[in-house]
Nanobody
Framework: QVQLVETGGGLVQAGDSLTLSCVASGRTFSTYPMGWFRQAPGKEREFVATITSSGANIYYTDSVKGRFTISRDNAKNTVYLQMNSLKPEDTAVYYC????????????????WGQGTQVTVSS
């Protein structure tokens, strides 16, 4: 079993930056992929980014490419999401996910979820 705890959400203005962190516990962190999803009010949960267990491969949804950076520190059991040039449309609850079985773009493929952290971007 894997437990995930996200931190770093908050209220920022458009154009600002924010970094989300997710600490994992329960299994050897370096053995499974990690990712981030988000869910805006009234919308379905949306894939944001994923990183493989070694960090060698990274994928982003098109809307965040060039603005968001996912990274991981296996020594600290932590995955990060650096968000730059934030836009109001980035407003959502952001979820950390771990260990995928299937398509990494599909929420149902991920085994473990954090409780979520709210990111609000004002215009």
């Amino acid at each position: 079993q894997v437990q995930l705890v996200e931190t770093g959400g908050g209220l920022v203005q458009a154009g600002d930056s924010l970094t989300l962190s997710c600490v994992a516990s329960g299994r050897t962190f370096s053995t499974y992929p990690m990712g981030w999803f988000r869910q805006a009010p009234g919308k379905e949960r949306e894939f944001v980014a994923t990183i493989t267990s070694s960090g060698a491969n990274i994928y982003y949804t098109d809307s965040v490419k060039g603005r968001f950076t996912i990274s991981r520190d296996n020594a600290k059991n932590t995955v990060y999401l650096q968000m730059n040039s934030l836009k109001p449309e980035d407003t959502a609850v952001y979820y950390c996910v771990a260990d995928v079985d299937g398509s990494w773009m599909e929420p149902r493929s991920w085994e473990h979820w954090g409780q979520g952290t709210q990111v609000t971007v004002s215009s």
